[in-house]
């Protein structure tokens, strides 16, 4: 007699089919797979595909920082620190953070909340940038930016008046924070960032889409993601105090995501962060609960899979503190490699240092090769017919929208695929060009977008784009 399952698609987690992350979704899946088939000597039009999907610098080709390597050489085999190959400050950095393990071992488990050390360093960090004191009691180490996020946003759960809770949310967005509520259950409360004025953020739209949430939900936080991803805007000191007005007013948690920090590009923008600009508001907004999230997944960093982040929550009430310090201690701690390698960016070298000139020199590279590749992007896309980009004024991503002639989307309809998606899978099939549809992000109704990287090395970029673009005119052409 065959055993029945416990298990099965009709009783298990709901919430868990309804979860979609866009960024892995079938497109990769099918990238993969021309991968392997171009290995088994697959005859295709391309070579090679070209991953322009995720936000993974080193993926395609970005070179790992000196000085942050030789220290996670360090702390992972100590016996290095008596090589003369390695600086003087390399092996300092190594033995600091060594010394915030116990047993100064990095294999071992620290504090649930991250190495006092790191966390003292971050907290020193924000207090640089912003010119403002930071604690470092009310910094979280995680295992990048998404396991904390995660963290903070579990604090929401509850139904309050009958109503599950509300979260704005962007609209475009990271996928993450659709991904987020489906699975916890909670409401997603879409707001839609105005396209026509470089993604700006209307409070006006704001008001609306709170006001119509109201009706089936509790809103309890609103989301912002700064710089923005998949947008790359830039949003200015007077919008944010804006935005932190309007939260305050409907009692709202705010959620600044602000990983893109070190990647800003438009010499007209600059970054503020959400915790400078509501401290200096003063009260009764430098009240207010804020939770603003780091990681070392991007900048010029690019350590995607070692997984560091951090986030600051001021102004947490006491007893619910306690709550998310228990919460978190169930994860035992953040993975160490990910809080060295967070350590040596919140705790930069300084001049003077061994190592400082080469540090900067890297540094300044990777940033400068960033900004000239937004602008590539920028201009690429507008010079196609049928297509139009915003400025990319930071981040790491060109969200442009395409305006496909209707045979063109009466043809993906009648494949039962959104336009942007079938848009997305010529691109892959007939280039190799992987790119992320609109839809996974959100977009307009009517409107069809992708989302692209500019993370390809300068000389493959320009390569990416000359294809794209000659891909672009013939699809036009086909379905004119």
């Known amino acids: 007699m065959a055993c029945s399952k416990c298990l099965t698609i009709e009783n298990m987690n709901p919430c868990l089919k309804k979860m979609e992350f866009p960024v892995r979704g079938p497109l990769l899946v099918r990238a993969a797979e021309i991968e392997k088939e171009l290995q088994e000597g697959k005859k295709k039009p391309f070579d090679r595909v070209i991953r322009a999907n995720l936000g993974d610098s080193q993926a395609v080709g970005q070179v790992p920082i000196t000085f942050i390597r030789q220290v996670l050489a360090l702390v992972t085999y100590p016996e290095l620190l008596s090589d003369p190959k390695f600086p003087k400050d390399a092996k300092e950095r190594a033995k600091t953070i060594l010394s915030g393990c116990i047993g100064s071992s990095i294999g071992s488990y620290t504090e649930s909340a991250g190495m006092e050390i790191v966390r003292k360093h971050c907290a020193e960090y924000i207090e640089n940038r912003d010119s403002i004191p930071a604690d470092w009691h009310?910094?979280?180490?995680?295992?990048?930016?998404?396991?904390?996020?995660?963290?903070?946003?579990?604090?929401l759960i509850?139904?309050?008046?009958g109503k599950k809770a509300g979260v704005m949310v962007p609209i475009p967005q990271y996928p993450l924070y659709s991904a987020i509520p489906a699975k916890y259950n909670m409401h997603m409360i879409r707001y839609y960032l105005d396209e026509a004025n470089n993604w700006s953020l209307s409070i006006s739209e704001l008001e609306r889409a709170v006001n119509e949430a109201k009706k089936c939900c509790k809103p309890r936080a609103i989301v912002v993601i700064n710089p923005g991803n998949p947008t790359g805007q830039v949003l200015t000191q007077k919008n944010i105090e804006d935005i932190i007005k309007f939260a305050h007013k409907e009692n709202l948690f705010i959620l600044a995501d602000e990983v893109y920090q070190n990647n800003i590009y438009d010499s007209n923008s600059k970054f503020f962060s959400f915790k400078k600009v509501l401290m200096e508001m003063g009260p009764p907004y430098n009240q207010m609960e804020l939770a603003s999230f780091m990681s070392c997944s991007k900048g010029y960093m690019g350590e995607c899979g070692l997984r560091g982040g951090y986030s600051e929550i001021i102004n947490l009430d006491t007893e619910v503190r306690a709550m998310f310090v228990k919460s978190i201690s169930a994860?035992?701690?953040?993975?160490n490699i990910g809080q060295a390698v967070l350590d040596c960016v919140v705790n930069p070298l300084k001049k003077g240092d061994p190592s400082y000139e080469l540090f900067e020199k890297e540094k300044s590279y990777i940033l400068?090769?960033?900004?000239?590749?937004?602008?590539?992007?920028?201009?690429?896309?507008?010079?196609?017919?049928?297509?139009?980009?915003?400025?990319?004024?930071g981040a790491m991503y060109a969200f442009p929208q395409i305006k496909l002639p209707p045979k063109a989307i009466e043809k993906a309809k009648s494949l039962n695929?959104?336009?942007?998606?079938?848009?997305?899978?010529?691109?892959?099939?007939?280039?190799?060009?992987?790119?992320?549809?609109?839809?996974?992000?959100?977009?307009?109704e009517g409107t069809y977008h992708f989302r692209t990287?500019?993370?390809?090395?300068?000389?493959?970029?320009?390569?990416m784009l000359n294809i794209f673009k000659k891909f672009h005119e013939k699809l036009m052409a086909e379905y004119e």
């Open 138 to 155: 009310n910094i979280i180490l995680g295992d990048g930016a998404t396991e904390v996020i995660k963290a903070v946003m579990e604090l």
């Open 417 to 444: 695929q959104c336009p942007s998606v079938f848009y997305c899978f010529q691109l892959l099939e007939q280039t190799g060009i992987c790119a992320i549809p609109g839809n996974g992000f959100g977009q307009v």
């Open 331 to 335: 994860m035992l701690c953040p993975n």
């Open 158 to 161: 509850n139904e309050i008046d």
């Open 453 to 463: 990287t500019i993370l390809p090395q300068p000389e493959e970029f320009k390569r």
């Open 368 to 393: 400068e090769s960033l900004k000239e590749r937004a602008k590539m992007v920028y201009e690429a896309f507008n010079s196609c017919d049928g297509m139009s980009c915003n400025v990319v004024q």
